[in-house]
């Protein structure tokens, strides 16, 4: 479920996808993203009021957070579905497969395994590794 900043909090001007710096995997496809989707603004997580954004900062941890025009939050899965769309050519058609109704459990379980397994993946180390236990 979409999240909201608090009421009186500017959106960005374009969507903001927020990446966890401390991890070579999801910094290499921010760089990716950077490149491919430049609709899209990033930041880091680390260097982000989450708060004012109107991210979960537990949830960012686990959910790569994409925060929208009008403040609202998707997280996972759905925030890559939106990213994909807004690239644009045949990656829309994949944010679209991945963003529909039919596909969306299979879609945020694999979101699910590679956030699970991103310490295993290209660029990937063990500073990767998601928190065993949610942030106090």
């Given at each position: 479920?979409?999240?909201?900043?608090?009421?009186?909090?500017?959106?960005?001007?374009?969507?903001?996808?927020l990446y966890d710096a401390d991890c070579g995997f999801?910094?290499?496809?921010?760089?990716?993203?950077?490149?491919?989707?430049?609709?899209?603004?990033?930041?880091?997580?680390?260097?982000?009021?989450?708060a004012a954004l109107g991210v979960d900062a537990g949830?960012?941890?686990?959910?790569?957070?994409?925060?929208?025009?009008?403040?609202?939050?998707?997280?996972?899965?759905?925030?890559?579905?939106?990213?994909?769309?807004?690239?644009?050519?045949?990656?829309?058609?994949?944010?679209?497969?991945l963003g529909s109704r039919a596909l969306r459990r299979?879609?945020?379980?694999?979101?699910?395994?590679?956030?699970?397994?991103?310490?295993?993946?290209?660029?990937?180390?063990?500073?990767?590794?998601?928190?065993?236990?949610?942030?106090?």
């Amino acid at each position: 479920m979409p999240t909201r900043p608090e009421p009186g909090v500017p959106g960005p001007t374009r969507p903001l996808a927020l990446y966890d710096a401390d991890c070579g995997f999801c910094t290499r496809c921010a760089g990716i993203l950077a490149r491919r989707v430049p609709t899209i603004a990033l930041a880091s997580i680390q260097g982000s009021d989450l708060a004012a954004l109107g991210v979960d900062a537990g949830r960012a941890l686990v959910e790569m957070p994409l925060v929208r025009t009008d403040g609202s939050v998707a997280y996972g899965h759905e925030a890559w579905a939106e990213i994909l769309r807004a690239a644009g050519g045949p990656l829309a058609w994949l944010g679209r497969a991945l963003g529909s109704r039919a596909l969306r459990r299979p879609a945020a379980a694999l979101y699910g395994w590679v956030a699970r397994n991103r310490r295993r993946l290209p660029g990937g180390s063990a500073s990767c590794a998601l928190p065993t236990q949610p942030p106090a």
